[in-house]
């Protein structure tokens, strides 16, 4: 059984920073591209941030220049450094991963429960 689970969410004032983490456990063989999506109220869900197992990222234009994707292969975790953030970055943030499990070695994608960033004054 897979599991992503995020954390790092909170409240923060407008030109802050806060840094998402997102591990995955359980049976994995082996753990392909991850990614940050939001949803704010009343939108609907959107990307966020991709990387690949290789290190290769996608942004959204939105979000260019202030956030910073990372992951450590090793620890099956992917991180979401968000700095210079602004009132309309509030939203629910989901962790997503493309995982091949260690047991029937079938790949899907798994959704974290999502974590809460709220910027505020």
């Known amino acids: 059984q897979v599991q992503v689970v995020e954390s790092g969410g909170g409240l923060v004032q407008p030109g802050g920073s806060l840094r998402l983490s997102c591990a995955a456990s359980g049976s994995i063989f082996s753990i392909y591209a991850m990614g940050w999506y939001r949803q704010a109220p009343g939108k609907q869900r959107e990307l966020v941030a991709t990387?690949?197992?290789?290190?290769?990222?996608n942004y959204a234009d939105s979000v260019k220049g202030r956030f910073t994707i990372s992951r450590d292969n090793a620890k099956n975790t992917v991180y979401l450094q968000m700095n210079s953030l602004k009132p309309e970055d509030t939203a629910v943030y989901y962790c997503?991963?493309?995982?091949?499990?260690?047991?029937?070695?079938?790949?899907?994608?798994?959704w974290g429960q999502g974590t809460q960033v709220t910027v505020s004054s």
């Open positions: 990387i690949t197992s290789g290190g290769s990222t």
């Open positions: 997503h991963a493309d995982i091949m499990d260690g047991v029937v070695m079938h790949t899907q994608g798994y």
